[in-house]
Nanobody, 118 residues
Framework: QVQLVEFGGGLVQTGGSLRLSCAAS????????MGWFRQAPGKEREFVAR????????YYADSVKGRFSISRVNAKNMVYLQMNSLKPEDTAVYYC???????????WGQGTQVTVSS
C-alpha cells in the first residue's frame, strides 16, 4: 500500500508560479512511475505529467508543455510539479499518482486545489 499526500496548492494570479509537492510512503519509491493529474469543475480528470522511476524520462500533456516541469527526489520519496506561466484554465484539483507499470495508476493522493485568477 502506498500513501500519497499532495501539498503546495493555492491561489495565484495569471502568469504566476506554484510548486506542488507529493510525499509518498512507498518503501520502494524508485520503482514507481509518478504522475500528476488534474480535474477542473465539471470536467473529467486529465493527465498532466509523469516521470519514470529513475527520473530520467518525463512526459507532458500538450497543454502544459514548456510551462510545467515534473521532478522527483527518490532519497526523500518526493515528487514535484513546478508550474510556471499559470493560466486560468489551469485551475483544478491536482492529484499525485503512482503506478508500477507506465500507463497504469495504482495509487492516488487526495488532491490539492490550484486556483489561477484572471
Amino acid at each position: 500500500q502506498v500513501q500519497l499526500v499532495e501539498f503546495g496548492g493555492g491561489l495565484v494570479q495569471t502568469g504566476g508560479s506554484l510548486r506542488l509537492s507529493c510525499a509518498a510512503s512507498a518503501r520502494t519509491f524508485s520503482t514507481y512511475t509518478m504522475g500528476w493529474f488534474r480535474q477542473a469543475p465539471g470536467k473529467e480528470r486529465e493527465f498532466v505529467a509523469r516521470i519514470s522511476g529513475s527520473g530520467g524520462a518525463t512526459y507532458y500533456a500538450d497543454s502544459v508543455k514548456g510551462r510545467f516541469s515534473i521532478s522527483r527526489v527518490n532519497a526523500k520519496n518526493m515528487v514535484y510539479l513546478q508550474m510556471n506561466s499559470l493560466k486560468p484554465e489551469d485551475t483544478a484539483v491536482y492529484y499525485c499518482a503512482a503506478g508500477i507499470r507506465t500507463g497504469t495508476w495504482d495509487y492516488w493522493g487526495q488532491g490539492t486545489q490550484v486556483t489561477v485568477s484572471s
